[in-house]
């Protein structure tokens, strides 16, 4: 008889973080499954939520969609000069659009291979790190603690 495998506690891994932020960025359209994604648990995420967006439908999926959208804006800021980075910047951009890999392979003028295998991971952890470091700000010294309650 096999018991169900056990809920790992405690932080995650950072594949396991990696892949969380990878899915929704995926289902960034998709309150629902955003509402349920284990990123809602994020400092940041729960502060937007019980402040900003509180009295939204889905209060935790908007605020986590906000700092999505705020993490890669936030790269093509710091990185869009960089032509090291050009290719993972247009695939998210293109990715939070809802473009499919093909899609976004196309447009770079790339196969879908070589998207999947290089690409796709190399942004995935670029927008993976700006992302928690975004979730994870602490609300006494963030800049935009004071803009994020204005806006309620």
Known sequence: MRTAPQKKRGRKSGDEVLQQVALALKNIQELEYLEESPLVRLPRVRRLSETKYRKAIFPVAFALRLILLESVNQMVDDLGEMPNYQRELGFLQGFIR?????EISRGLGLSREHVTRDIKPKAFR?????????ANENPVNSPIKEQEHRKV
Do not use: E, K, P, T
């Open 126 to 134: 670029l927008a993976a790190r700006v992302f928690l470091a975004r």
């Open 98 to 102: 809802g473009m499919s890999v093909a």
